[in-house]
């Protein structure tokens, strides 16, 4: 019997371990709407951005999200310092994405990147609704750069790629994963009980 039971421990303490840890979560609803925007969390190290939804021009619904090609149409570009990461661990960075419709239909591209990891998203207008996406990637330090650019090929046309609810977590272990540890633990148990006696 008290092998059992402590395999149900092994396993209840165990169980944290499945869950995923949020490193950086951000919707961007706390900026303040309007053109060619100073962001409180990230940097604008180029260009110009707009924090655009709720207040001025909510073409995605309310809400807020941003637009990476300001009102001087230059292309943005921000960034933003993770840290807390352990190397070798394997993280993912999900976000949604779209376009401004300003403009003609053409191409915009979504430049991003998290440490090494880098790519690019090209979105064709007019882009209805956000698009969610999601990517793995593992931290090779302990900090890394986050960041989201417009590398569109048309930066003054005033509406660039569109990004929002962007979030990087842990990949938790597999469900399964608590449920062997503890039969593993309750197994190693019964055979020190076995040979002690």
């Given amino acids: 019997m008290k092998p059992i039971l402590l395999a149900c421990a092994i396993l209840a303490a ?6 995923a840890r949020t490193v950086l979560a951000d919707g961007f609803e706390t900026e303040t709407a309007g ?3 100073a962001l409180s969390k990230w940097a604008v190290v180029s260009g110009s951005v707009d924090v655009v939804g709720t207040g001025f021009y909510p073409f995605y619904g309310p809400g807020r999200y941003l637009d990476l090609n ?6 943005g570009r921000i960034e933003r310092v993770l840290t807390g990461l352990v190397a070798g661990k394997t993280y993912t960075l999900g976000f949604d994405y779209g376009v401004n419709p300003w403009g003609a239909t053409r191409t915009e591209r979504l430049s991003f990147g998290l440490g090494g990891f880098e790519d690019a ?3 064709r207008r007019p882009a209805e609704q956000l698009i969610a996406v999601s990517y793995s990637f593992v931290a090779s330090a302990s900090s890394a750069v986050l960041f989201f650019a417009d ?4 930066p003054g046309d005033n509406g660039g790629p569109v990004i929002d609810n962007i979030v990087v977590a842990t990949v938790p ?3 399964s994963a608590p449920l062997i540890l503890a039969a593993l633990g309750g ?5 020190l009980r076995r040979k002690a006696a």
């Fill in 151 to 154: 590398g569109g090929t048309t």
């Fill in 187 to 191: 197994l190693g148990l019964l055979r």
């Fill in 70 to 75: 300001g009102s001087t149409g230059t292309a």
């Fill in 173 to 175: 272990l597999p469900a």
């Fill in 121 to 123: 998203i090209d979105i």
């Fill in 35 to 37: 053109g060619n925007a």
């Fill in 14 to 19: 165990t169980a944290g371990l499945a869950s």
